[in-house]
């Protein structure tokens, strides 16, 4: 249905040039539910604006319906409004009713008369579930209800594909879902819809194929399965676990072990690190700077927690060392004991001059 | 919309509250200035009975801006403390009142000035007189003749004396005064005038006056229609250089320096000037209660010589003026707005220009500019003249303002109607336009009210909106105040009334 080629889009950004998408190609077909997820600032939206032309590409093709859309000659209007578009901010058109809302495309586009616009304007409201606050204003609706008007708008078009930009990144968590379980619905009705989004779960329960954008590529594509469980690529790896990590250096003898632990215990705070891995993770660094690691040259130490799976782990590179850190026979065997008991798995293995110790904090 | 009504109200309830406030204060000082005014003298202090220049100089002393008697007794009283006024009733009232002891003006003026009701006498006569006569343009050699002619006849035959005994003597103003009808066809003769009585004022009506007879006289002499025009001061000379009108008729001192501008007719009148000063100083009780002084001004400043229709012709012209100004002003603020919007670079510099000219030029300079230089020959009326400048100014003001409200109007809803598949027209005029009107409303009101007061500025371009017709009036009944205080009760009316539509036609759209 939608078949893009070699897509690329430049901005002119304070004067220098700023490529956002390099070459994207790719196809949807009808009734396909498609996830774009990635980084921010990957290109993700620009994407999906640039396929309903509210961007002009740089140079490649769009093809809807056989028709490009970026030929002069199509007729944009027409195009456009076989593909419905669902925005972040959800600009619904706040000097008119929500009933106004979703009857005004129908009827000054499609030609629809009035009363019967109005029937099927209640009826996509109820099916969104506002059909309550049809005679009030944009702007004494909640985010939420706000987003589930804006799909009504959308659906008000009969599109025959719709287009979501983040339709819940500016919504208050307790709003997610009720946004969300719309989408399902039109998912479940066989509705061919392109979402990019940042809620993951949901991306891998509604999708029947995810695009992993990175850099201004699609940098890998597949089922949620791929995708999620068996990602190929290691940008997309470590997407997908939402890798979160601290790094140290520690370059000297005299290093700041207060500051550090000060930004260990801040980092597992962000990120709701549960208690006692944390401690765990604290006594094993005490142990390991204090009693076991002798200062032969840089260290550097870097913490990762995963978003998805909760595992912390934390890494200790020694640099030009080949030694074995952890069974050394000249250790404090309760230091140890200590480290062992409170860790899951330990490896520790010589990768060209570093050694490094991976050490999974047991949960 | 439910959300806009309540906006709406509160909007509606400032703007009135402020108007009103705006005329309060504007009554207010002018009340207070009146009481100060009268507060000012102390009884005790006694007025000398100055009888030369020598025993004035010294004095608090009034005269009219720039007049004759300002620049003479500069020169010869030079320790005199002065109040330069802009008319005869604000000198009467300056000294009437003891913000000056003294005043001195042109005998003849202060005819119907009744000044021993008004507890004033005159002290001496100024060794200053000056010969009046008929102001032609330089080219115009042969109706200046004509005119030299026609005195000599009127001078020989006793005619002009018995005006001048009729007018400046007697000053009986009833229907004993002959009617001379003048003719309706033909290229009619343009007299610019000031308004002073006895020379020249408006009666149930209709101009009248010692000059306005003379000239209807001449006028019949020559078989030709004649129309009479008011000016400022200042303005009738650079009205009669630009052809705008055909002679100057307005008590003119025949001066060497206007001699090198215009051409002078012979002389048909000698002035002479006076000190004028106060009886006493003990102040008259009032016999008359408040409001039955309110009720006698009232009667002699509005009802009577049916003065009231030449407010009521007054403001047919203010509203006409500002009526047509804004509703063009918006065309032309629509078009700038979009030609600044454009993404065409010569198109939105010509706007910005235009519009950083017109914005840095004071409103009355941009319209004396359009009324004697660009416009000077396209015999285009006067009214047309100050609506098209008005219509510029307003129009540059609120493009900006259009702009901004354009501007503020959240990029998304454009993006909504666009991606809808609305055209880019259809997408302004149904979702970007309201919401900007709405936004706009309230400032816009502010700025067509302002635009209605500043419409009080055409009266130098000879157009009788009402502020002038007030000058006429004030200049007639010498009461300084009172019709001032009814035309600020009219401008405020008129701005609350305006307010009141620009709302409901913004609750339209």
Redesign the interface.
């Known amino acids: 249905m939608i078949t893009v080629n070699h897509l690329s889009k430049s901005f002119i950004q304070d004067g220098s040039m700023v490529e956002v998408l390099k070459d994207v190609s790719c196809e949807i077909a009808k009734g396909e539910v498609i996830s774009i997820i990635g980084p921010s600032g990957t290109g993700k939206s620009t994407f999906l604006r640039c396929i309903n032309h509210l961007e002009t590409a740089t140079s490649g093709e769009i093809i809807v319906d056989g028709h490009n859309i970026l030929d002069k000659r199509a007729n944009l209007k027409l195009l456009r409004r076989k593909m419905g578009m669902v925005f972040q901010n959800f600009n619904l058109f706040e000097c008119k009713t929500v009933l106004e809302n979703v009857m005004i495309g129908p009827i000054k586009l499609l030609g629809m008369p009035k009363n019967e616009a109005e029937k099927e304007g209640l009826r996509l409201l109820q099916m969104v579930g506002v059909s309550g606050k049809a005679n009030s204003y944009p702007s004494e609706l909640s985010g939420g209800q706000k987003q589930r008007v804006a799909i009504a708008r959308c659906l008000s078009m009969k599109p025959e594909i719709i287009l979501f930009d983040e339709p819940t990144s500016a919504l208050d968590p307790t709003m997610v879902s009720e946004v969300l379980s719309v989408i399902r619905k039109l998912a479940k009705e066989g509705m061919t819809m392109a979402i990019v989004t940042h809620e993951m779960k949901f991306a891998y329960d509604v999708s029947t194929r995810i695009f992993f954008m990175c850099d201004g590529y699609i940098y890998e594509e597949g089922t949620p399965e791929q995708i999620f469980y068996h990602p190929q690529k290691p940008q997309t790896q470590s997407f997908v676990n939402r890798l979160r990590s601290l790094q140290f250096d520690v370059d000297n003898r005299h290093y700041d072990v207060y500051g550090m632990h000060q930004e260990i215990s801040v980092f597992c705070q962000k990120y709701v690190i549960d208690r006692q891995q944390e401690y765990r993770m604290e006594l094993i660094l005490e142990e390991l700077l204090i009693n076991i690691l002798p200062f032969t040259g840089p260290i550097q130490i870097v913490i990762e927690y995963s978003e998805v799976d909760y595992n912390l782990s934390l890494q200790i590179i020694q640099r030009n060392c080949t030694k074995e850190i952890l069974d050394n026979p000249r250790n404090d065997q309760i230091s140890v004991k200590i480290i062992k008991g409170s860790s899951q798995l330990v490896s520790e293995n010589q990768h060209g001059e570093d050694r490094i110790l991976t050490i999974h904090i047991r949960k | 919309?439910?959300?806009g009504k309540s906006v709406f109200l509160t909007d509606f309830l400032t703007e009135m509250w402020m108007t009103f406030c705006r005329s309060i204060v504007f009554t207010f000082c002018l009340f207070a200035m009146l009481s100060c005014i009268g507060c000012a003298s102390d009884d005790n202090d006694v007025i000398k009975n100055v009888s030369s220049l020598e025993e004035l100089d010294g004095e608090s002393l009034s005269v009219l801006i720039g007049s004759v008697q300002d620049l003479y007794l500069s020169e010869k009283c030079p320790n005199c403390n002065y109040l330069r006024l802009g008319s005869v009733p604000e000198l009467l009232a300056s000294v009437e009142k003891g913000v000056s002891d003294y005043m001195s003006i042109d005998s003849v003026l202060l005819i119907g000035g009744h000044l021993k009701e008004r507890n004033l006498k005159s002290c001496f006569v100024l060794d200053l007189s000056f010969d009046v006569g008929v102001a032609f343009n330089k080219d115009n050699e042969r109706l200046c003749a004509q005119f030299n002619t026609f005195l000599s006849e009127i001078k020989k035959d006793g005619t002009i004396d018995q005006m001048k005994r009729r007018w400046a003597v007697d000053s009986i103003c009833d229907d004993s005064i002959p009617r001379i009808d003048t003719k309706k066809e033909g290229i009619p003769l343009k007299i610019a005038v000031m308004s002073s009585y006895p020379f020249e004022f408006i009666r149930n009506g209709e101009w009248d006056g010692f000059e306005v007879e003379m000239l209807r006289r001449f006028a019949n002499y020559i078989g030709r229609p004649v129309v009479f025009q008011t000016y400022d001061f200042s303005g009738m000379i650079p009205a009669l250089i630009s052809n705008k009108v055909d002679a100057i008729c307005s008590f003119l001192y025949i001066t060497e320096e206007r001699q090198k501008q215009v051409l002078f007719s012979d002389s048909y009148y000698s002035s002479n000037s006076v000190v004028i000063s106060r009886i006493s100083n003990l102040k008259k009780k009032n016999e008359l209660g408040f409001i039955q002084r309110v009720k006698s001004r009232f009667e002699n400043n509005i009802i009577a010589e049916d003065r009231w229709k030449l407010i009521v012709d007054g403001l047919y012209e203010t509203i006409i003026i500002s009526f047509f100004s804004i509703f063009i002003g918006v065309l032309i603020g629509i078009v700038l707005c979009f030609m600044r919007m454009s993404r065409g670079f010569l198109l939105s510099a010509i706007a910005r220009i235009f519009v950083g000219i017109i914005r840095g030029v004071p409103i009355l300079v941009f319209m004396m500019i359009m009324f004697y230089i660009i416009f000077s020959d396209s015999g285009l009326p006067a009214r047309w003249i100050a609506i098209i400048a008005f219509s510029f100014y307003f129009g540059a003001y609120v493009s900006e303002m259009f702009r901004s409200g354009i501007e503020s109007v959240?990029r998304?809803?454009f993006?909504?109607?666009?991606?809808?598949?609305?055209?880019k027209v259809?997408n302004f005029m149904?979702?970007v336009l309201?919401?900007a009107v709405?936004n706009i409303s309230s400032v816009f009101k502010g700025e067509a009210v302002s635009l209605i007061k500043n419409t009080s500025i055409v009266g130098f371009i000879g157009i009788q909106d009402l502020t002038k017709v007030s000058d006429m009036i004030r200049s007639r009944t010498f009461d300084a105040f009172f019709p001032l205080i009814v035309i600020s009760i009219i401008y405020f009316v008129l701005a609350w009334l305006l307010g009141v539509i620009i709302d409901k036609i913004a609750s339209k759209l």
């Open positions: 919309m439910r959300f959240d998304g809803q993006e909504a109607g666009l991606a809808m598949g609305f055209s259809s149904n979702f309201p919401i709405k």
